[in-house]
């Protein structure tokens, strides 16, 4: 029978493929050559027969003709009558034995765990490659307890695979869309990878709910809308709110601010505040006392909403820009004078 593939990865002849990628895994993180500095030699030969076996039973073709024949029918040391309708060539006519070429152990290791460097991306720490292929050094004891607790005993990978860094897109919107809410739909294509590997590009509405109140620098996430791509987690798609400038209001937190212009007559004898909401109410306040350059009006409630307290406003700030006049006549001076200093 020559070498039992099933006794070097411990595992039953009726293994099924989940048992021999659990098997693999954990034999192959035990007696990678990088891992067994102080017995390189055994750890190499070791690591290469467990590449062999995974590599044949994880095969249909390779596990029948190996379940048949053994390793000599593999490796073609059987005679050609007793391979049956397994062949690999013909040397003239008649059919000959199957032919079987061991696999790259590291090859095997690297695709097991969907990267060229197992551990995405840390591997060229400029040291000279071991036997195995790899960076000498670039599996530490540290390193392997962290994977193996990070993905679990019975989980499909070692190491959770790299994940693209968010793209992030600017969600344009006025001070009405923030005061109000609103609805916006978001276009978008992007690459997908169906089951063979193929890639298409497809087309996506996103929909983005606008609650009232958000503020510039709110971040919307799509979780993985980002290109598709083997081996790589798609990225986060985040939408990043921006305010435009609006000509009549400002913002401040959860506040708004107006500024209104008024003569020097307005600010000593009176004036009332009409001003349009932003959800496009009229507002009238009337102010009767007298509005000095650093006079402010505050009208509770009257600002933006509160996200985290819907039935709550901030308050709406009304400052006011006085104009004086720009020359005063003789005349105009004493009338002024003399009203300024009467009892």
């Known amino acids: 029978m020559g070498i039992d593939?099933?006794?070097?990865?411990?595992?039953?002849?009726?293994?099924?493929?989940?048992?021999?990628?659990?098997?693999?895994?954990?034999?192959?993180?035990?007696?990678?050559?990088?891992?067994?500095?102080?017995?390189?030699?055994?750890?190499?030969?070791?690591f290469k027969q467990i590449s062999e076996a995974y590599d044949v039973l994880s095969d249909p073709q390779k596990r029948q003709v190996y379940d048949q024949f053994g390793e000599e029918g593999?490796?073609?040391?059987?005679?050609?009558?007793?391979?049956?309708?397994?062949?690999?060539?013909?040397?003239?006519?008649?059919?000959?034995?199957?032919?079987?070429?061991?696999r790259n152990a590291d090859d095997i290791f690297s695709e097991f765990f969907g990267f060229t460097s197992p551990f995405g991306g840390i591997g060229d720490m400029g040291g000279r490659a071991g036997a195995s292929g790899f960076p000498r050094g670039m599996f530490s004891d540290d390193l392997f307890s962290s994977f193996r607790s990070g993905?679990?005993?019975g989980s499909g990978n070692v190491?959770?695979?790299?994940?693209?860094?968010?793209?992030?897109?600017?969600?344009?919107?006025?001070?009405?869309?923030?005061?109000k809410?609103?609805?916006?739909?978001?276009?978008?294509?992007?690459?997908?990878t169906d089951s063979s590997g193929r890639s298409t590009t497809v087309e996506e509405i996103l929909t983005i709910e606008v609650k009232p109140g958000w503020k510039k620098g709110t971040k919307i996430t799509f979780p993985e809308k980002g290109n598709e791509q083997r081996g790589i987690i798609p990225a986060d798609l985040v939408f990043i709110i921006d305010e435009k400038p609006h000509s009549v209001f400002k913002r401040d937190g959860?506040?708004?601010?107006?500024?209104?212009?008024?003569?020097?007559?307005?600010?000593?004898?009176?004036?009332?505040?009409?001003?349009t909401t932003l959800d496009g109410r009229n507002l009238?306040?009337?102010?009767?006392?007298?509005?000095?350059?650093?006079?402010?009006?505050?009208?509770?409630?009257?600002?933006?909403?509160?996200?985290?307290e819907p039935s709550k406003r901030g308050n709406l700030r009304v400052k006011f820009n006085i104009k004086?006049?720009?020359?005063?006549?003789?005349?105009?001076?004493?009338?002024?004078?003399?009203?300024?200093?009467?009892?």
């Open 324 to 343: 004086f006049p720009s020359r005063l006549t003789s005349e105009h001076k004493i009338g002024i004078k003399r009203l300024l200093t009467s009892p």
């Open 254 to 275: 959860n506040d708004l601010v107006v500024t209104q212009k008024i003569s020097l007559v307005e600010a000593l004898t009176g004036y009332t505040i009409q001003l």
């Open 181 to 192: 809410g609103t609805t916006k739909k978001m276009k978008i294509s992007r690459d997908v």
């Open 74 to 102: 593999l490796k073609g040391q059987v005679p050609p009558q007793s391979a049956g309708g397994f062949s690999g060539g013909s040397d003239g006519g008649g059919p000959t034995m199957y032919r079987f070429n061991p």
């Open 159 to 179: 190491h959770a695979p790299r994940k693209s860094a968010p793209i992030e897109k600017t969600l344009h919107c006025n001070l009405e869309d923030l005061y």
């Open 5 to 46: 593939y099933y006794k070097i990865l411990n595992v039953d002849r009726s293994a099924k493929d989940d048992d021999l990628k659990k098997a693999y895994r954990k034999l192959a993180m035990k007696w990678h050559p990088d891992k067994n500095p102080n017995n390189k030699k055994d750890a190499e030969a070791n």
């Open 151 to 153: 993905a679990g005993e």
């Open 284 to 308: 009238t306040v009337a102010i009767n006392s007298i509005i000095s350059p650093s006079y402010e009006e505050v009208i509770k409630g009257e600002g933006m909403p509160i996200p985290k």
